[in-house]
């Protein structure tokens, strides 16, 4: 047999083992929708609280708002998701990692808040833009892609548009938006379970 014969028989079973590993992924996170329905309700929540309370507390509650959606996240994805993903899963790690990647971010989140607490809210969405885009990788949608883009490019035109006032309209569209997203990646993830039984 010839080498790239060779190779291409050798590479098919490493694909399917990849391709089982990207939908064990998708199914046990039922595509990311547990997440996106938690931080949706955090920051919707917020949002109100950005009306009723002044700006630098409610600014605090959206930077760690985090702290109340992961758990509510867990439990959502535990009852949604379709198995759990097991520990030979080769993307397991990488998936934990883009998982608690923002975290990283707090340092900046905390500058930020110093200088303008009024700024926050743009900066949770372009941090929660950046976070999500490698999403779009491993759940193979583009559908985090769109949701990259629109958190970032969103947020930066409703503060153009609206300066100061734009504090509550972001945090309002982070959450229709997480919201939305959350049912066309729950849609795609219960499509690629279904094509892999």
Same mark, same amino acid.
């Given at each position: 047999?010839?080498?790239?014969?060779?190779?291409?028989?050798?590479?098919?079973?490493?694909?399917?083992?990849?391709?089982?590993?990207?939908?064990?992924?998708?199914?046990?996170?039922?595509?990311?929708?547990?997440?996106?329905?938690?931080?949706?309700?955090?920051?919707?929540?917020?949002?109100?609280?950005?009306?009723?309370?002044?700006?630098?507390?409610?600014?605090?509650?959206?930077?760690?708002?985090?702290?109340?959606?992961?758990?509510?996240?867990? &439990?959502?994805?535990?009852?949604?998701?379709?198995?759990?993903?097991?520990?030979?899963?080769?993307?397991?790690?990488?998936?934990?990692?883009?998982?608690?990647?923002?975290?990283?971010?707090?340092?900046?989140?905390?500058?930020?808040?110093?200088?303008?607490?009024?700024?926050?809210?743009?900066?949770?969405?372009?941090?929660?833009?950046?976070?999500?885009?490698?999403?779009? &990788?491993?759940?193979?949608?583009?559908?985090?892609?769109?949701?990259?883009?629109?958190?970032?490019?969103?947020?930066?035109?409703?503060?153009?548009?609206?300066?100061?006032?734009?504090?509550?309209?972001?945090?309002?569209?982070?959450?229709?938006?997480?919201?939305?997203?959350?049912?066309?990646?729950?849609?795609?993830?219960?499509?690629?379970?279904?094509?892999?039984?």
């Amino acid at each position: 047999m010839s080498d790239s014969i060779q190779s291409s028989v050798r590479v098919k079973p490493a694909q399917n083992e990849f391709a089982a590993a990207f939908a064990e992924v998708s199914a046990s996170s039922v595509g990311g929708a547990p997440f996106l329905i938690a931080y949706g309700i955090t920051f919707a929540f917020t949002a109100v609280l950005s009306y009723l309370l002044p700006r630098e507390i409610t600014a605090l509650v959206a930077m760690f708002q985090g702290a109340a959606a992961l758990p509510v996240a867990f &439990w959502l994805e535990r009852r949604m998701g379709h198995g759990r993903m097991s520990a030979e899963n080769p993307l397991k790690s990488l998936s934990g990692q883009l998982a608690v990647s923002q975290a990283l971010a707090i340092p900046l989140l905390i500058v930020a808040y110093s200088v303008e607490p009024g700024l926050i809210p743009l900066s949770l969405a372009s941090l929660g833009g950046m976070h999500l885009l490698p999403y779009a &990788w491993l759940h193979r949608t583009k559908i985090y892609i769109f949701l990259a883009v629109v958190l970032a490019v969103g947020a930066l035109g409703l503060q153009f548009m609206f300066g100061a006032a734009a504090f509550h309209y972001i945090l309002f569209g982070i959450a229709v938006t997480y919201g939305l997203t959350a049912v066309l990646v729950y849609g795609h993830a219960r499509r690629l379970f279904v094509a892999q039984i």
